[in-house]
């Protein structure tokens, strides 16, 4: 019987496998040249994500010349590549110098039976043949079965079982259509525990077309699961997967110090802004830490408790990722709080009564002026000093 302690004490430990060079290849609007895929890499590995995922050598000659490339630059995060249960595509992989190799095989009854039509004692006759391939190569092995949540489990625990017996890394398990909550998820991962060997991992890959990967992901580690499948802002098929951003700010409330220490998270930005740049995408208005809202404060009741202290309505700091906070004033919903804070920053000494009639005034113009900003709050605040008269 697992209890709740052991299964907190898993959020301790885990490692990032960013997929932005493989799943976020999948996105629509991604095109990356050899350079751009350079530089995802350098960016991702000075970040300190433990594991890059990159496309299978056999998807295309570039792909195959770009895998060679990134290994070749010795970055300290390993690579991994990730291929079909092939001959081809193993023989392939292990020619570009990869650090590990990612296999999938689609385990569903609905893949099995309208994409590669093959059944599970094929699957285990062929994946056992390529792990045993890939172990004369010295590479970590990873064996995943696309569509895990809609395959049937005493299918996924037979395979897991049989492969995971060869001696593997890892097995992975994918929520390919994102249809699985935390709930499935955790059950599933512990059923799967029961079944493999303890040394063997559990990596999860979560997609987000219902708004769970990240939940999801979480669920995975709680339950046993010590490898995440991100990607930047969360690219990939369809709208994605887990993003990198939004899964660091759900550990990071669990486990700062372990955050932190391993993961440079100032850089984040940067990683987000190049990502952005390159597949032509916006990042959205309430993106997880980066998004333009995510450290602002507006209405008085919360600016006031903010501005004594922060963590009453922050569960992240802000410094913590190199950015700051913003407490917006210029708006119908200020406060005298924000506002006598406001006149401190401008060095003006300001008596209560004068700071509420000020307030008073600043809401009922920003109620009826659309573009009132800090700066006509200033304006205000240093006439009514000066001259002690409002406009
Ligand atoms: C896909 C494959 C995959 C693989 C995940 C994995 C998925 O594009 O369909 O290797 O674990 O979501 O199943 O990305
Ligand atoms: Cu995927």
Same mark, same amino acid.
């Given at each position: 019987?697992?209890?709740?302690?052991?299964?907190?004490?898993?959020?301790?430990?885990?490692?990032?496998?960013?997929?932005?060079?493989?799943?976020?290849?999948?996105?629509?609007?991604?095109?990356?040249?050899?350079?751009?895929?350079?530089?995802?890499?350098?960016?991702?590995?000075?970040?300190?994500?433990?594991?890059?995922?990159?496309?299978?050598?056999?998807?295309?000659?570039?792909?195959?010349?770009?895998?060679?490339?990134?290994?070749?630059?010795?970055?300290?995060?390993?690579?991994?590549?990730?291929?079909?249960?092939?001959?081809?595509?193993?023989?392939?992989?292990?020619?570009?110098?990869?650090?590990?190799?990612?296999?999938?095989?689609?385990?569903?009854?609905?893949?099995?039976?309208?994409?590669?039509?093959?059944?599970?004692?094929?699957?285990?006759?062929?994946?056992?043949?390529?792990?045993?391939?890939?172990?004369?190569?010295?590479?970590?092995?990873?064996?995943?079965?696309?569509?895990?949540?809609?395959?049937?489990?005493?299918?996924?625990?037979?395979?897991?079982?049989?492969?995971?017996?060869?001696?593997?890394?890892?097995?992975?398990?994918?929520?390919?259509?994102?249809?699985?909550?935390?709930?499935?998820?955790?059950?599933?991962?512990?059923?799967?525990?029961?079944?493999?060997?303890?040394?063997?991992?559990?990596?999860?890959?979560?997609?987000?077309?219902?708004?769970?990967?990240?939940?999801?992901?979480? #669920?995975? !580690? $709680?339950?046993?699961?010590?490898?995440? @499948? &991100?990607?930047? =802002?969360? /690219?990939?098929?369809?709208?994605?997967?887990?993003?990198?951003?939004?899964?660091?700010?759900?550990?990071?409330?669990?486990?700062?110090?372990?955050?932190?220490?391993?993961?440079?998270?100032?850089?984040?930005?940067?990683?987000?802004?190049?990502?952005?740049?390159?597949?032509?995408?916006?990042?959205?208005?309430?993106?997880?830490?980066?998004?333009?809202?995510?450290?602002?404060?507006?209405?008085?009741?919360?600016?006031?408790?903010?501005?004594?202290?922060?963590?009453?309505?922050?569960?992240?700091?802000?410094?913590?990722?190199?950015?700051?906070?913003?407490?917006?004033?210029?708006?119908?919903?200020?406060?005298?709080?924000?506002?006598?804070?406001?006149?401190?920053?401008?060095?003006?000494?300001?008596?209560?009564?004068?700071?509420?009639?000020?307030?008073?005034?600043?809401?009922?113009? #920003?109620? !009826? $002026?659309?573009?009132?900003?800090?700066? @006509? &709050?200033?304006? =205000?605040? /240093?006439?009514?000093?000066?001259?002690?008269?409002?406009?």
């Amino acid at each position: 019987m697992t209890t709740i302690s052991e299964l907190e004490k898993n959020l301790n430990k885990f490692y990032i496998i960013d997929s932005t060079l493989r799943e976020g290849e999948q996105f629509i609007n991604s095109n990356f040249s050899s350079t751009e895929k350079k530089n995802i890499a350098q960016y991702l590995s000075d970040f300190g994500i433990e594991f890059l995922e990159l496309t299978n050598p056999s998807a295309s000659l570039q792909s195959y010349e770009d895998c060679k490339m990134i290994t070749q630059l010795n970055l300290k995060t390993k690579i991994l590549t990730h291929i079909r249960c092939t001959n081809e595509d193993a023989q392939k992989a292990v020619e570009t110098g990869v650090d590990g190799v990612d296999i999938l095989f689609g385990t569903s009854s609905l893949l099995r039976e309208f994409s590669h039509g093959k059944d599970i004692d094929f699957i285990i006759k062929k994946a056992t043949e390529i792990v045993k391939f890939l172990q004369q190569h010295n590479v970590q092995i990873r064996f995943s079965s696309e569509d895990s949540f809609r395959s049937e489990l005493k299918d996924l625990l037979k395979i897991y079982k049989a492969v995971s017996s060869l001696g593997i890394d890892r097995i992975g398990i994918a929520d390919t259509v994102g249809c699985a909550t935390p709930y499935q998820v955790e059950y599933v991962i512990q059923e799967v525990r029961k079944v493999i060997p303890r040394q063997c991992e559990i990596e999860f890959h979560g997609h987000n077309d219902t708004g769970c990967a990240i939940a999801n992901s979480y #669920a995975a !580690i $709680k339950a046993g699961a010590k490898y995440i @499948d &991100v990607t930047v =802002l969360g /690219i990939g098929e369809r709208n994605g997967i887990t993003p990198l951003g939004g899964f660091l700010a759900r550990m990071i409330v669990d486990n700062p110090e372990y955050v932190k220490a391993k993961y440079v998270l100032p850089k984040l930005k940067q990683i987000e802004n190049y990502v952005s740049q390159v597949t032509s995408i916006d990042i959205p208005f309430n993106n997880y830490i980066t998004g333009f809202c995510s450290f602002t404060h507006k209405a008085g009741i919360h600016t006031k408790a903010v501005l004594n202290n922060p963590k009453t309505y922050e569960i992240l700091s802000p410094a913590d990722f190199g950015l700051s906070r913003f407490i917006s004033i210029a708006h119908k919903l200020t406060g005298r709080h924000a506002i006598q804070h406001r006149a401190t920053q401008l060095k003006l000494s300001l008596r209560e009564d004068e700071i509420k009639l000020l307030t008073f005034k600043i809401k009922n113009l #920003a109620e !009826i $002026k659309k573009d009132f900003t800090l700066s @006509d &709050v200033d304006k =205000l605040l /240093i006439n009514f000093k000066s001259n002690f008269n409002f406009v």
